[in-house]
């Protein structure tokens, strides 16, 4: 892949800071007490829609020191060397990310041309190292083109047969140990064997 950063200033690349619950990777890991930022290189973003990266930010559930709310984030790019940075979105540690979590930036049109930079900058932050920390990794820019050939939100109480050829120890309910996004899921809560089996599946509509 071609090289992305043209700084990084205030951080290390570390192995799975915070209790990062995306397998064992490395994050580049913001700690220091002076400027936090990440520039890219000069970007042609022409007919490019989108950057996607996974975001983590202290908390005292993952055992390290939380920014405040003013503390956050903000995803910002730069048309050409000398512009002015313009915020396309900012990430509260109070209501985002105390565990990895992926995020999604579109860019608006303005932002889809040449010599473009993206930054990851934190504005404000306790001149302390090791304090109001946060974390990226798996940043990625491009399109999103995704070929969804089976989806099960779990919106009925039906098991699909169409994906599932059986499910053992499992109902479709709002699990009792927290809602989900569709408010119900495939809930496992048998005594006994715990298993869903898909019925025989073909990938090779995904190759084109």
Do not use: K
């Amino acid at each position: 892949a071609t090289a992305i950063w043209s700084s990084v200033s205030g951080a290390s690349v570390t192995v799975s800071p915070c209790r990062a619950s995306i397998e064992s990777h490395y994050w580049l890991y913001f700690t220091s007490s002076g400027t936090r930022q990440a520039i890219t290189q000069s970007l042609n973003l022409q007919g490019i829609t989108v950057v996607m990266f996974n975001l983590l930010f202290g908390a005292s559930s993952n055992g390290c020191s939380q920014p405040s709310t003013s503390e956050g984030i903000s995803v910002q790019y730069r048309l050409g060397s000398s512009g002015s940075w313009q915020t396309m979105e900012t990430y509260n540690p109070s209501t985002c990310c105390t565990t990895a979590t992926e995020r999604r930036i579109y860019f608006p049109t303005a932002v889809q041309t040449s010599n473009v930079y993206l930054r990851w900058y934190q504005p404000s932050h306790s001149p302390f190292t090791n304090s109001d920390v946060w974390a990226i990794d798996e940043v990625r820019i491009g399109e999103v083109s995704v070929i969804l050939l089976y989806q099960d939100t779990f919106s009925t109480t039906t098991i699909n047969t169409n994906i599932w050829l059986s499910v053992i120890g499992g109902t479709v309910t709002t699990p009792s140990c927290g809602a989900t996004h569709s408010g119900t899921a495939l809930y496992f809560t048998s005594d006994y064997a715990r298993q869903a089996v898909t019925q025989h599946l073909d990938f090779r509509q995904a190759e084109s």
